[in-house]
C-alpha cells in the first residue's frame, strides 16, 4: 500500500520533470522575438479595447504603431494626445497635438420637429429598420430612433432621449472613438472638433432632399436656402447637395450663420451667452449696407 | 398518385384564401399614373420622354439601362407632366414619369380583341426580341427580366420548363383567378416558352387547394391539344413558389448554392409572366396591366382587380372603399414575404401582386424571449440553412462564420421567424447578415 503511493509521486514528479524539460527546450528553440517595446507601448494605452483606433483593440494598436514609420495614420482618439505623447516617447517619434473631438448628432428631428407618417412595430434596431424602409417620418435621411449608435457607445456616453426621440451625447464622456458614427445606418453622428472651451457650430440636419420637401418633412430642417453661405464671411460654409455643411477648421464661431439661419438647423452649443439673433442680424445688415455703399462709390 | 412538395423545410400556415371566387375586374383608369423607373432587378430604367409629350398605351416610355433592365411602357394615354423622384411603397425616392390620364387611345398594332391567338411564330430569336421590347419581367415578385432568364449561359442546358402557378403564399389569388380566367392564354404562353427553350417539356406546377383551376388547365391542355404540357398538383407547403424549392419538388434536383436554375436544366416562370409572354408574342401588348388581390379579414370588400401599372395605392383602397377602420397596416404581397407600405401614395409597379390589409391582432409581434434551441427553425427552413445560429452570427458580426454557414443562400421566407416559439427576430437579423455576406463576396470579386 505505502510502496503504491511511494511509486506514484515518484513516477508523477519525474514525469512531471521530463515534461518540464522538453516544455523549456521548445519554448527556447521557437521562441518568438517580439520587439519590447510592444508591451511598453501596451501599458501606456487606455486599455478600453474599443476600436476606436481602426485597431482590434490596444494591443492591436501597439503592434500597428511599433511597426509604423511614424505615428500619422495612428492616433488614440480615447487617451488623445497625452497617451499619443507617451506612446510618441517610447517609440522615439515626433507627433504633433490634435484637436480632441467629440460626436456630433446631425439631427434635430424632434417628435414635434418631424412628425410620424407611419409606425413601426418592426425589430427595434436602426439598422434593420433602415434596411426595410425609408423610416417612420417623411424624412429618409434622419435619426430613425431606436438607439444603435447607444448601443454602440462602451462609454455610455450615448443615451436616447424618449422626449425627443434622438440620442444625446454627454460630452464628458465622449471619447470619439467613433464607434456610434459607423453604427449609424443614416451616417448623422460626425465626429468634429471639440472647439474652444467647448464651442462649436454645426448644421444639424443631413437632409439632402429640395427645401420644399425637407420643410414638409421636418420644421427644423436645412432646406439648402444658402443664406448661412452668404451670410458667413470666412467662407466656412458649403453647401451640397441641398445641405449646408460648416468647417470645423475654417469657422471662427462668429454665429452669424446661427442668426441668418430660417429654420434654425444650424446650432452652436457651449457658448457662454444664448445667441441674441435680433443684434447679430443688425450688424449682418449694417455691415452688408457699408459694403453696398462701397461699392456705389 | 402521391402528391409531390420540396424535399427539406418549409411551414403550413392557413391559406386564408378568401378572395377565391372575386373575377378579376378591370380597375377605371386613375387621373395620374407614376411609372416608376426602377420596376426590375437590375439598372434602372431611362426616360425617353421628355415633359409634355404626348402618349399611348403601350408606348415606350423608358428604355432599359443596362443589360439586366427593362423596357417601360406607357399604361395610359395622356401628357407627361412631370419625371422626377417620388417616393415609393418603402418611402425611398425613386425617379418616377407622371403622366396625366386623357382618355384610353392605345398604341397602333396592339391587339386589344379577346381572341385567341393560338399559331406560335417559328423564330425563337424573335419571340426573345418581343419579349424584350414587351417590357416582360418576372411578375412571381422578384421582376428578373425575362429575355434574360430566356438566354441562359452558352453550355447550360434547359430539360424543363416549369409554370409557377403554386401561389402558396395565403390570401393570395390573382394568379388562381388567373388560371381560371385566362387558362387559354396561359397554355399558350407556356407553349410559347417551351418552344423558345428549345422544345422541352413543360410542367404547370398547381396546389392542391386549386382543384377547380387543375381541372380547367387540364381541360384546356387537352382542348388546344397540345403535347409535352402537363399538369402536376403540388401538396400544399409553403415556400414552395420559392423557385428552388419547386425544382426541388417537380424535378427532385437541387439548385446549388449561388447557381441559377439553368444549371440543373430547369427555367421557372410564374402564371402571370405566361401570360405576360402570350400578350408580349401573339398580341404585341406589352405590360401595361397585371391583376393584383386586395384582401384582409378586415376588408369589407374582397377584389382581385386588373390594375393599370403605375396607379397610386390610394386610388384603388378609395375605388373599394377606402382603408377599414380596424387596419394598421398594408402589405404589398402576401403576409410571409410581403412588405409593410409606409406610404399609401406611392404607385404601383409591375411587380405588385397583391395588397392585403391586417389588424392590430394579426399584426401584433409578441416579446422576444431566449432562444430554448428547439431547432423548430432550422426543420423550417427549407433551404437546410440554420436560423438559429445565423441568428447568433449575426450578433457577433461574424462574417466569415455566416458565410460558411451559407447565410447567403437564404430566400427570406420567414419560415422560421414563423416557427420560432420564442418570437426572435430570425429573418429581421438573418436578412441583415444575408446583405453583409454578399457585399463582402462582390468587394471579393471586384477585387479579383
Known amino acids: 500500500m505505502t510502496s503504491t503511493i511511494i511509486w506514484t509521486i515518484a513516477i508523477i514528479t519525474v514525469l512531471g520533470l521530463v515534461l518540464a524539460l522538453v516544455l523549456y527546450l521548445v519554448a527556447k528553440k521557437f521562441k518568438v522575438e517580439e520587439d519590447p517595446r510592444i508591451d511598453e507601448v501596451e501599458k501606456v494605452m487606455p486599455g478600453a479595447n474599443c476600436g476606436g483606433c481602426g485597431f482590434a483593440g490596444c494591443r492591436a494598436f501597439a503592434e500597428a504603431a511599433v511597426g509604423a514609420p511614424n505615428l500619422d495614420n495612428n492616433f488614440c482618439p480615447v487617451g488623445g494626445n497625452d497617451v499619443m505623447a507617451k506612446v510618441a516617447a517610447i ?59 447607444a448601443a454602440a457607445c462602451q462609454f455610455g456616453a450615448l443615451t436616447m432621449d424618449p422626449s425627443t426621440g434622438l440620442p444625446v451625447v454627454d460630452e464628458s464622456k465622449c471619447t470619439a472613438c467613433g464607434a456610434c458614427a459607423k453604427a449609424c445606418p443614416k451616417r448623422i453622428i460626425e465626429l468634429r472638433p471639440k472647439g474652444p472651451r467647448g464651442m462649436r ?97 | 398518385m402521391s402528391k409531390r412538395t420540396f424535399s427539406i423545410g418549409g411551414v403550413h400556415p392557413h391559406d386564408n384564401k378568401i378572395s377565391r371566387e372575386c373575377a378579376i375586374e378591370p380597375l377605371p383608369l386613375s387621373p395620374t399614373v407614376y411609372l416608376s423607373m426602377s420596376q426590375h432587378i437590375g439598372a434602372p430604367a431611362k426616360p425617353v420622354v421628355a415633359v409634355g409629350d404626348k402618349v399611348k398605351v403601350g408606348q ?60 406560335i411564330p417559328a423564330d425563337n430569336k424573335a419571340i426573345i426580341d418581343k419579349i424584350r421590347l414587351g417590357g416582360v419581367v418576372g411578375l412571381g415578385g422578384a421582376t428578373f427580366p425575362t429575355h434574360v432568364k ?6 447550360s442546358k434547359c430539360e424543363r420548363v416549369i409554370i409557377n402557378g403554386c401561389e402558396c403564399e395565403p390570401y393570395l389569388t390573382s394568379d388562381y383567378r388567373t388560371l381560371l380566367e385566362k387558362g387559354e392564354q396561359v397554355v399558350v404562353g407556356a407553349a410559347i416558352l417551351r418552344q423558345v427553350m428549345g422544345g422541352v417539356p413543360c410542367t404547370i406546377a398547381i396546389e392542391e387547394n386549386k382543384p377547380e383551376a387543375v381541372a380547367h388547365i387540364q381541360d384546356v391542355i387537352r382542348k388546344l391539344g397540345y403535347e409535352g404540357i402537363e399538369v402536376m398538383v403540388m401538396k400544399m407547403m409553403y415556400p414552395q ?22 444549371s440543373v436544366g430547369a427555367v421557372v416562370q410564374n402564371v402571370a409572366t405566361a401570360l405576360a409572354v402570350y400578350d408580349a408574342v401573339q398580341k404585341n401588348k406589352p405590360i401595361v396591366d397585371n391583376s393584383v388581390t386586395v384582401t384582409g379579414e378586415c376588408f369589407p370588400r374582397q377584389a382581385n382587380l386588373l390594375v393599370r401599372v403605375g396607379t397610386p395605392l390610394s386610388y384603388i383602397i378609395d375605388y373599394l372603399g377606402g382603408v ?43 416579446p422576444a424571449s431566449a432562444c430554448i434551441r428547439c431547432g423548430k427553425c432550422a426543420d423550417a427552413c427549407p433551404m437546410g440553412l440554420e436560423p438559429f445560429l445565423l441568428n447568433r452570427l449575426v450578433k457577433v458580426n461574424d462574417l466569415e462564420q455566416l458565410e460558411a454557414n451559407a447565410a447567403q443562400d437564404c430566400i427570406e421566407c420567414g419560415c422560421c421567424l414563423y416557427s420560432c416559439p420564442a418570437h426572435i427576430p430570425l429573418l429581421d437579423n438573418i436578412r441583415m447578415g444575408k446583405g453583409a455576406v454578399l457585399g463582402a463576396i462582390r468587394a471579393r470579386a471586384a477585387k479579383k
Open chain 2, 241 to 262: 413558389g420559392g423557385e428552388k424549392q419547386l425544382i426541388d419538388a417537380v424535378m427532385h434536383r437541387q439548385v446549388g448554392s449561388g447557381a441559377l436554375p439553368i
Open chain 1, 91 to 149: 517609440l522615439g517619434y515626433e507627433v504633433s497635438a490634435k484637436a480632441p473631438q467629440v460626436a456630433v448628432v446631425r439631427c434635430n428631428g424632434t417628435c414635434e420637429n418631424r412628425p410620424k407618417v407611419n409606425e413601426y412595430d418592426g425589430f427595434a434596431s436602426c439598422k434593420v429598420k433602415a434596411a426595410l424602409y425609408s423610416g417612420d417620418t417623411a424624412c429618409a435621411f434622419g435619426c430613425l430612433g431606436c438607439g444603435d449608435c
Open chain 2, 150 to 155: 430566356l438566354s441562359p449561359p452558352p453550355g
Open chain 2, 324 to 366: 377599414p377602420a380596424d387596419a394598421v397596416k398594408v402589405i404589398s404581397g402576401g403576409p410571409m414575404m410581403g412588405r409593410a407600405v409606409a406610404n399609401l401614395d406611392a404607385a404601383t409597379v409591375k411587380g405588385t401582386g397583391a395588397l392585403l390589409f391586417l389588424t392590430e391582432k394579426q399584426t401584433r409581434r409578441q
Open chain 2, 60 to 119: 415606350v416610355v423608358a428604355e432599359p439601362g443596362g443589360f439586366v433592365s427593362a423596357f417601360i411602357h406607357s399604361s395610359v394615354s395622356g401628357t407627361v407632366k412631370s419625371i422626377g423622384p417620388r417616393k415609393d411603397l418603402a418611402g425611398n425616392p425613386q425617379t418616377c414619369i407622371e403622366i396625366a390620364v386623357e382618355g384610353d387611345e392605345w398604341l397602333e398594332g396592339i391587339d386589344t380583341s379577346d381572341t385567341l391567338v393560338t399559331g
Open chain 1, 201 to 297: 457650430e454645426f448644421v444639424s440636419c443631413v437632409n439632402h432632399d429640395k427645401g420644399p420637401a425637407a420643410k414638409k418633412a421636418c420644421a427644423a430642417a436645412c432646406i439648402g436656402c444658402g443664406i448661412c453661405v452668404k451670410t458667413c464671411t470666412h467662407e466656412a460654409i458649403v453647401l451640397d447637395n441641398n445641405v449646408a455643411y460648416i468647417d470645423p477648421a475654417k469657422c471662427k464661431l462668429c454665429r452669424e450663420c446661427e442668426a441668418m439661419c430660417p429654420t434654425g438647423a444650424i446650432h452652436g452649443v457651449n457658448f457662454p451667452k444664448p445667441l441674441d439673433k435680433d443684434a447679430v442680424k443688425e450688424r449682418i445688415k449694417a455691415r452688408q449696407q457699408k459694403a453696398k455703399e462701397a461699392a456705389h462709390v
